[in-house]
T-cell receptor, first 111, second 119 residues
């Protein structure tokens, strides 16, 4: 059964820093891997989706990579801003199945 | 664009009552929908897979008689929390697979969630 792990659980950085959030998964036969953002008390905002055949996706200051062989994905945030403060969730699924979520990384960017 | 709509977005009820949460796929059909719950400061945990026209599949540890799921049409799944108790207070989120024509992938699209508080 797929398990998703995220490290670190929490991260505090000053504004402007580049940072990397890590996600690992146990079953490499994934269909999609998605990164989400969740603000306190709110729902999910989808950030990036990487299909099984892809290696990375980029959106603005965000870049997500996928290495199925090692069971890892990273989310790179460039030039962090206070508005980036949120919990970032990594999730993976097999074809036709539900996304399995990691426990998230709570990011705090100070100005 | 196509979205998943949840209703209500928040609900407060008394202990012992039942609460129904609706999940609708707008502009697309979903034979399968997924229900999650999220306790404070925890991640999303899959509760069950809702299947149109057949019984839901529940994850281990989720009581099927307490969390009734009905998927009577291709655009609507409902989750009923029966005889709710304070420990059922949680954030309930549904998702449905949407076929993205550009990428060819089925992308799980999430509702905004329903926050249940049981007094």
């Amino acid at each position: 059964k797929q398990e998703v792990t995220q490290i670190p659980a929490a991260l505090s950085v000053p504004e402007g820093e580049n940072l990397v959030l890590n996600c690992s998964f146990t079953d490499s036969a994934i269909y999609n891997l998605q990164w989400f953002r969740q603000d306190p008390g709110k729902g999910l905002t989808s950030l990036l989706l990487i299909q099984s055949s892809q290696r990375e996706q980029t959106s603005g200051r965000l870049n997500a990579s996928l290495d199925k062989s090692s069971g890892r994905s990273t989310l790179y945030i460039a030039a962090s801003q206070p508005g980036d403060s949120a919990t970032y969730l990594c999730a993976a699924n097999q074809a036709g199945t539900a996304l399995i979520f990691g426990k998230g990384t709570t990011l705090s960017v100070s100005s | 664009g196509a979205v998943v709509s949840q209703h209500p977005s928040w609900v407060i009820c008394k202990s012992g009552t039942s609460v129904k949460i609706e999940c609708r796929s707008l502009d697309f059909q979903a034979t399968t929908m997924f229900w999650y719950r999220q306790f404070p400061k925890q991640s999303l945990m899959l509760m069950a897979t809702s299947n149109e026209g057949s019984k839901a599949t529940y994850e281990q540890g989720v009581e099927k008689d307490k969390f009734l799921i009905n998927h009577a049409s291709l655009t609507l799944s409902t989750l009923t929390v029966t005889s709710a108790h304070p420990e059922d207070s949680s954030f309930y989120i549904c998702s449905a697979p949407l076929h993205d024509r550009r990428s060819g992938a089925n992308v799980l699209t999430f509702g905004a969630g329903s926050r249940l508080t049981v007094l």
